[in-house]
């Protein structure tokens, strides 16, 4: 993502009207998007409040791919090693399980019963674990999740 492209917004508010986490948690994106222009972002924690849902991007007047954006930001902090410790938890479950999200028994037998079954994931395919295991730490993602 480049400065120049965040530059353009003229704060408006639209991406801050948008957002659904906005609303829950102090994410503010219209201020993320000034102070990313400006400074390092890497330690706001409001970074990582933003759901990706795409909305202040579908709707921002200049077009600015904002939720991009937050991207490349969070992996930039990632990459400095802030990650919250919400989400770098998230993240040794998914190297663990191959899950970001558990899905217990109770859930497993719910989709059995309305015919869906398994998830396409190492639930049906559970050699696929290790070769989730072989990727991840091939990206070097295992180490980077490292306190």
Known sequence: M?????????????????CPSGRYTSLNIRKIV?????????DANELWMCTTCFNCQERCPRGIKITDAVLTLRSEAARKGKILPAHRKV?????ETGHSI???????????????????TVYKYPTGLKEIKILLRSTGFDELIKE
Request: charged content about 30%; glycine content about 6%.
């Open 102 to 120: 558990p899905i217990d028994e109770v859930h497993i037998t719910i989709r059995e019963k309305i015919g869906l079954g398994s998830p396409e």
């Open 91 to 95: 993240c040794k479950f998914l190297i």
């Open 34 to 42: 000034r102070d990313s222009v400006k400074k390092d972002v890497s």
């Open 2 to 18: 480049k400065n120049s492209e965040l530059s353009t917004c003229f704060q408006c508010g639209t991406c801050h009207a948008s």
